[in-house]
């Protein structure tokens, strides 16, 4: 036991202290007290380091990859006080990765590869992945779908975590791309911002017209709304209506006193014209089922 005891640090310094002659053994102790680049962690030190990290503070990438094969994915990480950073997953056979970020918030994550290749027909990479503790953001891409550019923004990070999920699924047919134009007017004078989704698909949170590219294979939409109505006597309903024939498709409310975060507005299928209004309006106490 005492032959592996560390030696210390005021030991090692002794050995060159002016007039000197350091020996080999005490050089070859001083080269064994440094840790080499190429060194691997023993199980008890690459414990004691996780402990160590727990209660670290700076913001990491949680994520898992499956079906993935020997493809490399790669991100930039944009920090505060640091230069960027590189991280690059591979295969991780749906087994739970983190890497912690360098510096401090805000973290703001770019794509830099991401391949397409070695998909067989139908298939596609399913990504999912957490910008917002509040929502998921779901994309398809490769075969005859665009891939992930260089430079494709996932975003600013809100919380610590940036969540990454990317497997590859056999969807059992082609998928294409379709567009709705949704127009948006908010007739308040309150800040609403709404998203839509759809089957592997969403778009982020925004207060003006967009353009939607969800999946034939899913020809739905999903809106929601987020609106801060604290402080605020009169509630808001926002009505979705078929821009090509003026129906009225569905309703969803934001309520008076409440902060009203990712609340659901409905759904419509098959719809290429869409438009979005926002009003002042009366409505009932808030649903008591909403509340729980």
Same mark, same amino acid.
């Given at each position: 036991?005492? $032959? /592996?005891?560390?030696?210390?640090?005021?030991?090692?310094?002794?050995?060159?202290?002016?007039?000197?002659?350091?020996? &080999?053994?005490?050089?070859?102790?001083?080269?064994?007290?440094?840790?080499?680049?190429?060194?691997?962690?023993?199980? !008890?030190?690459?414990?004691?380091?996780?402990?160590?990290?727990?209660?670290?503070?700076?913001?990491?990438? &949680?994520?898992?990859?499956?079906?993935?094969?020997? %493809? !490399?994915?790669?991100?930039?990480?944009?920090?505060?006080?640091?230069?960027?950073?590189?991280?690059?997953?591979? $295969?991780?056979?749906?087994?739970?990765?983190?890497?912690?970020?360098?510096?401090?918030?805000?973290?703001?994550?770019?794509?830099?590869?991401?391949?397409?290749?070695?998909? #067989?027909?139908?298939?596609?990479?399913?990504?999912?992945?957490?910008?917002?503790? /509040? =929502?998921?953001?779901?994309?398809?891409?490769?075969?005859?779908?665009?891939?992930?550019?260089?430079?494709?923004? =996932?975003?600013?990070? #809100?919380?610590?975590?940036?969540?990454? &999920?990317?497997?590859?699924?056999?969807?059992?047919?082609?998928? *294409?791309?379709? /567009?709705?134009?949704?127009? =948006?007017?908010?007739?308040?004078?309150?800040?609403?911002?709404?998203?839509?989704?759809?089957?592997?698909?969403?778009?982020?949170?925004?207060? #003006?017209?967009?353009?939607?590219?969800?999946?034939?294979?899913?020809?739905?939409? @999903?809106?929601?709304?987020?609106? *801060?109505?604290?402080?605020?006597?009169?509630?808001?309903?926002?009505?979705?209506?078929?821009?090509? /024939?003026? %129906?009225?498709?569905?309703?969803?409310?934001?309520?008076?006193? &409440?902060?009203?975060?990712? @609340?659901?507005?409905?759904?419509?299928?098959?719809?290429?014209?869409?438009?979005?209004?926002?009003?002042?309006?009366? @409505?009932?106490?808030?649903?008591?089922?909403?509340?729980?």
């Amino acid at each position: 036991m005492e $032959e /592996n005891k560390p030696t210390s640090r005021e030991e090692l310094k002794s050995y060159f202290e002016a007039g000197d002659y350091p020996t &080999q053994g005490q050089f070859g102790k001083l080269i064994d007290s440094l840790r080499h680049k190429e060194d691997v962690l023993t199980n !008890k030190e690459a414990a004691i380091l996780a402990n160590s990290l727990a209660d670290i503070e700076n913001g990491y990438i &949680q994520y898992y990859t499956a079906n993935v094969s020997n %493809q !490399k994915f790669s991100f930039v990480v944009n920090q505060q006080d640091e230069e960027d950073q590189l991280i690059e997953i591979g $295969e991780t056979n749906g087994i739970t990765v983190k890497k912690y970020f360098y510096g401090n918030a805000p973290y703001t994550i770019k794509a830099k590869k991401f391949p397409g290749e070695g998909l #067989k027909e139908y298939e596609y990479y399913l990504l999912q992945y957490q910008i917002d503790p /509040n =929502f998921y953001n779901y994309k398809l891409f490769g075969n005859n779908l665009p891939t992930i550019e260089e430079g494709f923004e =996932f975003g600013t990070l #809100k919380g610590k975590m940036f969540y990454f &999920q990317l497997q590859k699924q056999n969807i059992g047919q082609k998928i *294409n791309i379709v /567009n709705t134009i949704i127009n =948006f007017k908010n007739n308040t004078d309150i800040s609403i911002l709404y998203r839509t989704e759809a089957g592997n698909w969403n778009d982020s949170y925004k207060s #003006k017209d967009s353009v939607t590219d969800h999946y034939d294979a899913w020809d739905y939409l @999903t809106f929601r709304y987020s609106a *801060n109505l604290q402080g605020v006597e009169r509630s808001i309903e926002c009505k979705v209506y078929n821009a090509d /024939n003026e %129906q009225l498709l569905q309703t969803g409310y934001l309520y008076s006193g &409440q902060n009203n975060e990712n @609340t659901w507005g409905g759904q419509v299928s098959r719809v290429r014209n869409v438009r979005i209004e926002c009003n002042y309006t009366q @409505t009932p106490e808030y649903p008591q089922s909403d509340r729980n």
